[in-house]
């Protein structure tokens, strides 16, 4: 079936070195917002859409306690003021490339969700890490993710891969969580 050219996720940069010494990730910390590229694509029926986001969260709110094995959520929320991609074909032919543009607030939320260490610089979280707005309302589900830890300065960054399949959709990318130390 044939797709849209020259269009794929963005990698993250090289993330800094890895978390040792006194860079633990214990702590109360800020959410300091969210970076998301990903492309979605559901095929049923001959037909194929494909969604291609690249967005960076505003409005940040919330506190995250992160102890040896939880990242505990209080009040999380973010905004969001951006334009999206949707490309559908119908048996592989072209019927639409359209930009649309997705605005939403996200309501404050709170979550509990365990977390493994997975060697100096990797993380995995079973049961996910945030809620995520679906473009057609709502949130997607939380599903379990894996991810790369790394630092800017005072600066915790969680990168963590997007790459799910649910049914007949099928999800790839990454998001880029910053949270910031409180002091």
Known sequence: MAGPDNVT?????????????????EGTWNFAGVRVNSIATISESGAK????????????????????STFKITGLSYSIDAVI??????DGVLV???QMPFQMDMDPYNAS?????????????????METPSYGGGTTEVQAAGGKISWSGDTLLLTINLNQVQSAAVMSGF?????????
Request: aromatic share 10%; charged share 15%; glycine share 6%.
């Open 9 to 25: 996720p963005v990698i993250p940069p090289p993330t800094t070195p890895p978390v040792t010494g006194n860079n633990k990730i």
């Open 49 to 68: 859409a494909t969604l291609y986001n690249d967005y960076t969260t505003f409005n940040n709110k919330g506190v995250m306690v992160i102890d040896g």
């Open 85 to 90: 991609r949707n490309v559908l074909y119908m």
């Open 96 to 98: 639409s490339d359209m």
């Open 113 to 129: 969700n365990p977390y493994k260490l997975v060697g100096a610089d990797s993380i995995y979280f079973s049961a996910g890490v």
């Open 175 to 183: 998001e880029v969580m910053k949270l910031v130390k409180q002091k």
